[in-house]
Each structure stands twice: as structure tokens, then as C-alpha cells.
């Protein structure tokens, strides 16, 4: 049995030594070679913006890299800020034209990947890199908190921006924008969806139901009411270039007269079946959104003679609103860009644009603006936009936003 043993043993070993002595050294190449120094390390000489830029806004705000050595193909590079890609818009050797992402942070480092390269082109240095900045263009002016539920915004020529509350307007000044200051008393148990602010700069004028109220706050915080009954619901007001007002009610149109005492009004435009819930003045015409007879909803104007305060009786339709992919969404405000790109604030996709000339619809920032249920807007003096949310879907949403939007709203008689 030893025996048998001993010379399995000796087998096996002389296999081992015969295997060893044929094993084949004809290893592939390696991969790695010591010579290979990578594409040409990019280089990043400036950025423009230099410090700071919005994300998530599309075209509005891109942001331009200069340097050297950059891919000549989009797909040949990425840009970071931090650690999220931005989208490459356009691409040469030189400049590479980039699309912020939707990561809001304050401390960020920027830098280029040109695929190939062995390292980042860092902005600033890779040592020392100057951090960048992504902001949000939404944020909540006068700290106005989730679920305060603001009734009606409006504005004066010096930016302040006037929030109405159901029983109280506030106002956040444009110098101190984290600043919401009571101003005084509405009147009792009134709560307006719509207010505009009198040519004095100290008289806010609303409607509920059928009742235009006044309220004047002079500066030593003094309040006077008044008020005048249309006995028809009184669906929006506004001013003309001239400082006329108009009251757009069931049926008519009235030009009222604020400042008298009793206020008095003047029938300047029969509706006749057209039911009228918004409207605005722009450029010598009067646009008024409604209905006709029940059907479709539309866009019209009509002619101002802003000297007499009257209005044209000859409606022209720029909008069949309904017939668009839209048209199932409500519409509770209307105003214009400096443009006159029409802006709509809707229950069901929240701020959209119109360019009545092409009639091309674009939401404004979808990934940011969604599940809002705007019922009242008004323009900064800047390129801002105020938003009175209403969402019935999120409840503590219920708060005014101001959304940066690159554009500046028309010149109304607030803000001539």
C-alpha cells in the first residue's frame, strides 16, 4: 500500500514539473501604456456669468466657458457644477455655451470634462477654485409663509409690491424685499381676488361680488373706506394709459370715477352675451377674456380713447383659447410682457405664455412650476414676475412667489 502510494506521488510530482517547463509566456499587450499622455488637458479662462447663475431656466440664462483645448462635439464633454451635469447647448474649441442644472447651492465647483484628458479644467484652478453659484428664480418675497394665503397682489412705480389679505393689505418694499409691513384695514370681511393701486399711490381699489371698494392709507397710516355698488358682479378692473378706470362686470363695461364722493360710473361698453372675466390694457387696445354665449373661451380686443375714457364697440378675436391643446385649463389672469407676449396664469398648468402673433403656447419653467393654481400676477420693475398661488391640491402652497423670468412687464400706469 506504501508501495502504491510512493508512486502516485512520484507521478504526480513529474506531471507538475512537465507542465511547469511547457507553460507559454506569449502574454497579449498590455493596455496601459507609459508613453500616453491623453488628449490635451482643457483649460477654462473665464465664465460668464462670472459668479452666479439661475438654474432650470431653459435659454433664459446660459452660461458661456471660455477657455482652450475644449472638444469640438457636445458628446465629447461634460460640464459640472459640483457634482450635476448642466446641458451643453453649443460647443467649439474655445466656448462652450452650458444650461445650469436644477441643483440650487451657493458653493459649487465648475469644471469641464473633455473626454480623452486625463484631468478636469478647473474654473479658477484645481488648487484654488472659484465657487459658483446656482440660484433658484423662485423665491417667496416678504417671507410670506406657506398657507398665508394672500388674496391679490399689486404694485407701485417705485417696485413696492401690495399683498391683500382678507382683511388686510401688507406690503413688501422693494428696497428690503425679506420685509412684509401692515399697512392698514381692508374692509371688513372683504376678500378680493383683483386689486389695482390708484394713480395717488395711496388708494387701493377692489372689488367683491357687486361692491368697489376704496381704501386710502395716507402716510401718517390714516385709513378712509368708501364704496360703490354696480348691482352687477364686478369680475376685474383696470386702468388705461390715462389713468381711466374701468370696472368689467356682468353685461357692461363701466369707466368709474374713484375719486368723487359718491364715486360715480358711466356705461362705456354693452358685452351683450359675452361673459368677461379678465382684462388688461396695452398698447391703445383693451384685451378681454371670456366667453360667448357659453361656448369656447377667447381673447378679444376692443379700441381705447384713453382722452375720453370710452371704448371702442367693435370686438376683433385674437384667441380661441378652448380649440388650443390648453384650452382645458381655467384662466383667472392676464397680462403682457414689454413685448407683448401675453402672459396666463391657469388653474391646471400654472404661468403660460402666448405670442398672439405665431399663437405658439410655452409653459413657463415646467420642472419648477407645477401643481400652482394662479389666480393673480403683476409685473415687477424689474425682470420679475409676482405670483398669487391659490393650489386647492397643496395647501400650505397657498403663498405669492416671485419668479425671475428675464422679461419686463408692460408699461402700465403703475409703472409708467
Avoid at 49 to 57: I, K, Q, S
Avoid at 74 to 102: L, W
Avoid at 337 to 343: A, P, Q
Avoid at 373 to 401: C, F, H, P, R
Wanted: charged share 20%.
Amino acid at each position: 500500500m506504501k508501495k502504491n502510494t510512493f508512486a502516485v506521488a512520484t507521478l504526480a510530482l513529474g506531471l507538475l514539473f512537465m507542465t511547469a517547463g511547457c507553460e507559454t509566456t506569449d502574454y497579449p499587450p498590455s493596455i496601459y501604456d507609459d508613453d500616453e499622455t491623453g488628449a490635451a488637458l482643457p483649460t477654462i479662462t473665464a465664465v460668464d456669468p462670472a459668479t452666479e447663475a439661475y438654474g432650470a431656466t431653459g435659454d433664459k440664462n446660459l452660461v458661456t466657458i471660455t477657455g482652450t483645448n475644449f472638444p469640438g462635439e457636445i458628446t465629447e464633454a461634460h460640464v459640472y457644477f459640483g457634482a450635476t451635469k448642466g446641458t451643453i447647448r453649443s460647443i467649439t474649441n474655445t466656448s462652450i455655451v452650458v444650461e445650469p442644472p436644477a441643483f440650487f447651492d451657493d458653493s459649487l465647483v465648475l469644471k469641464v470634462d473633455a473626454i480623452g484628458a486625463f484631468d478636469f479644467a478647473y474654473y479658477g484652478g484645481k488648487s484654488s477654485p472659484t465657487l459658483y453659484e446656482i440660484k433658484t428664480p423662485i423665491t417667496r418675497p416678504g417671507n410670506i409663509g406657506a398657507g398665508d394665503n394672500p388674496v391679490a397682489l399689486t404694485i407701485n412705480g417705485a417696485g413696492d409690491l401690495f399683498v391683500a389679505y382678507p382683511k388686510a393689505v401688507y406690503m413688501v418694499p422693494a428696497s428690503n424685499e425679506d420685509t412684509l409691513i401692515n399697512l392698514g384695514a381692508l374692509r371688513p370681511s372683504s376678500a378680493p381676488k383683483k386689486m389695482r393701486l390708484a394713480p395717488d399711490g395711496e388708494t387701493f381699489i377692489y372689488p367683491v361680488t357687486t361692491v368697489l371698494f376704496t381704501t386710502h392709507i395716507a402716510g401718517d397710516g390714516t385709513t378712509t373706506h368708501a364704496l360703490f355698488n354696480l348691482k352687477k358682479t364686478v369680475y376685474d378692473i383696470e386702468f388705461d394709459s390715462n389713468d381711466n378706470l374701468y370696472a368689467i362686470a356682468a353685461e357692461k363695461i363701466w369707466r368709474v370715477d374713484w375719486s368723487s364722493s359718491p364715486m360715480d360710473s358711466t356705461t362705456v361698453l354693452d358685452l351683450g352675451d359675452k361673459l368677461i372675466t379678465n382684462a388688461r390694457a396695452y398698447n391703445g387696445k383693451m384685451y378681454l377674456w371670456g366667453s360667448e354665449n357659453g361656448g369656447d373661451k377667447k381673447l378679444w380686443t376692443v379700441d381705447i380713447d384713453a382722452v375720453n375714457g370710452t371704448l371702442g364697440s367693435s370686438f376683433s378675436e385674437v384667441l380661441n383659447w378652448t380649440s388650443t391643446e390648453y384650452g382645458n385649463s381655467t384662466v383667472n389672469d392676464i397680462t403682457f410682457n414689454s413685448d407683448g407676449k401675453l402672459y396666463l396664469a391657469t388653474t391646471m398648468y400654472s404661468l403660460l405664455t402666448v405670442d398672439l402673433g405665431s399663437g405658439a403656447i410655452e409653459k413657463v419653467y415646467p420642472n419648477l412650476l407645477t401643481g400652482f393654481e394662479l389666480v393673480s400676477m403683476t409685473w415687477g420693475n424689474d425682470n420679475a414676475i409676482y405670483l398669487n398661488n391659490q393650489s386647492i391640491i397643496k395647501e400650505d402652497a397657498k403663498t405669492v412667489y416671485k419668479v425671475v423670468v428675464f422679461e419686463q412687464g408692460a408699461p402700465y400706469h403703475e409703472r409708467n
